[in-house]
């Protein structure tokens, strides 16, 4: 781990916020452009869920190997990898005109897009202090919330100028741009230059660890949270509140300032806690445990006559999930060693991903078809609660990092 004085670690961070945002980019632009596309090819909330179904698919097996992958290829060498592969099967959603057609090119989208997170917590881990590393991921994670604030305006001011299927191109191509950003100014700490590739990581090893089943439920039970939140909020607007292209393109953005600023809080609570002498243990869980009791009061949201409230209640359960996010992340770190937290990402990733193709994708567009929206938002405002049970009985370390012995 380095962490030295110099400003390079908050160059690697202001890097790592860029790629996030520009990845998020590309997962919104499909919900965003969804009331547009509709009007030439027919998608009912079954056929959209199962769109989505397969980028979470992908993304969830991706995320299987690219923590492996990028644990031996090294941050650098993988992360680029995986921008370049991205933005190309982002671009190529422009060229379709079925249903069929979006899911394959989401597929294929979702596998490169899993490289986004171990990649940047596996960097993150190598430069920054234990007591930094949440309110680094926040940071860095906060581009998944500011690229729906500056994103949701700019797709539909695309979209009104080019039209729909060119603003999949130029989002495409943005990460283009990204990536040779990446490659130029990104280096590996000296001491892990040549460490990356010289030990094969063995998951059995890992998935022995009470940590990793732990980490791994709370992430299958809260990360489909923030993708019902991120896919369904902007048809929802549309078709239950009324909402054209222009108004999801202000609500939408309101709803990720808040997600922003509560997720900046949940990252830097935890280090404000250590200052003061809690263990790092005590002060991670707490701030989960605050974040998490936020996620049933939003409920609400739901049965809200104003859409005002609404908005302002799904950006509170957003941002409870951005702080919760960023310390779960961050446990992956204060875990595992630098050898291992790439693997480790990947497979709590993987959880993640599972819960995502079931409970933001497949169940909710069945739900949404034949009961509406009430029984999806209840089952998003209990999640958190219940990982917070499994996360406190089964993740306890004590600020000692488990080492890769094999």
């Given amino acids: 781990m380095t962490d030295s004085k110099s400003k390079y670690p908050w160059v690697v961070l202001c890097l790592l916020f860029a790629g996030t945002t520009v990845n998020y980019l590309d997962r919104i632009v499909l919900s965003v452009l969804l009331p547009e596309i509709e009007k030439e090819i027919p998608i009912s909330p079954i056929v959209y869920g199962l769109i989505l179904g397969s980028f979470q698919i992908t993304y969830t097996v991706g995320l299987l190997g690219v923590g492996y992958v990028i644990d031996r290829l090294g941050t650098k060498r993988g992360y680029l990898i995986s921008i370049i592969s991205w933005s190309i099967s982002s671009a190529f959603h422009g060229l379709c005109s079925s ?122 039970l809260t990360d489909p949270v923030w993708w019902f939140y991120l896919y369904w909020m902007p048809t929802y607007l549309n078709t239950q509140r009324n909402f054209d292209l222009r108004g999801i393109a202000l609500a939408i953005p309101l709803i990720y300032i808040i997600a922003t600023l509560m997720g900046f809080i949940g990252g830097w609570y935890p280090g404000f806690l250590m200052k003061r002498g809690w263990s790092v243990e005590k002060a991670r869980k707490t701030t989960m445990l605050l974040s998490a009791a936020l996620l049933p ?110």
Wanted: a positive charge; proline letters at 3%.
């Fill in 99 to 220: 249903g069929l057609c979006l899911a394959v090119w989401r597929a294929v989208f979702g596998m490169s897009a899993s490289g986004n997170f171990p990649s940047a917590i596996k960097s993150v881990s190598e430069w920054f202090k234990v007591e930094k590393r949440a309110f680094a991921t926040a940071l860095f994670n906060s581009g998944s919330s500011i690229s729906s604030i500056i994103g949701a305006p700019l797709i539909v001011a695309s979209m009104v100028a080019f039209g729909w299927r060119s603003t999949f191109v130029v989002v495409g191509l943005s990460g283009l741009l990204l990536a040779g950003i990446w490659q130029l100014f990104y280096k590996q700490p000296d001491k892990l230059q040549t460490k990356d590739a010289e030990r094969q990581i063995q998951w059995s090893y890992l998935l022995k660890k009470k940590q990793t089943v732990g980490i791994m439920i709370g992430k299958f």
């Fill in 297 to 406: 009061v939003t409920v609400y949201a739901v049965f809200a006559t104003d859409p005002w409230i609404t908005i302002l209640l799904v950006g509170i359960a957003c941002g409870a999930h951005n702080s919760w996010s960023a310390n779960i992340f961050t446990m992956c770190s204060d875990c595992f060693d630098s050898e291992t937290v790439g693997s480790v990402t990947g497979i709590a990733g993987f959880a993640g991903g599972l819960g995502g193709v079931l409970l933001s994708a497949l169940i909710p567009g069945i739900v949404v078809q034949y009961f509406g929206y009430v029984p999806v938002f209840i089952l998003m405002g209990v999640l958190h609660p219940v990982a917070y049970l499994f996360l406190r009985h089964l993740v306890s370390y004590n600020g000692q990092r488990i080492e890769y012995h094999v």
